[in-house]
Nanobody
Framework: QVQLVESGGGLVQAGGSLRLSCAAS????????VGWFRQAPGKEREFVAA????????FYSDSVKGRFTISRDNAKNTVSLQMNNLKPEDTAVYYC???????????????WGQGTQVTVSS
């Protein structure tokens, strides 16, 4: 049974930082690309960042580029999202997702976590 568990969310002031983690189990983690998505109240879920299975390629949405960094540790089956210079508009539930094929390049993922809340106060 595949499980993705996010952690690290919380309340932070604008300009602050948070580090989210996604712990995976039940899959050969090194064979999966991992993405982070977020969904704010009343809005659709949006792509935030992704990292290829090897960690050699990373992708970011324009809204977080330069502020967020995605990384992975295949030995520990974890992916992290370092979020710096947070803004109130970053407030959302953040989800990690994993995909074993090439669909991740089309933002399509098979496995999803339950999400972690990030709230940025102004």
């Amino acid at each position: 049974q595949v499980q993705l568990v996010e952690s690290g969310g919380g309340l932070v002031q604008a300009g602050g930082s948070l580090r989210l983690s996604c712990a995976a189990s039940g899959l050969t983690f090194s064979g999966y690309a991992v993405g982070w998505f977020r969904q704010a109240p009343g809005k659709e879920r949006e792509f935030v960042a992704a990292i290829a299975w090897s960690g050699g390629s990373t992708f970011y949405s324009d809204s977080v580029k330069g502020r967020f960094t995605i990384s992975r540790d295949n030995a520990k089956n974890t992916v992290s999202l370092q979020m710096n210079n947070l803004k109130p508009e970053d407030t959302a539930v953040y989800y990690c997702a994993a995909e074993g094929g090439s669909n991740w390049l089309r933002y399509e993922y098979t496995y999803w976590g339950q999400g972690t809340q990030v709230t940025v106060s102004s």
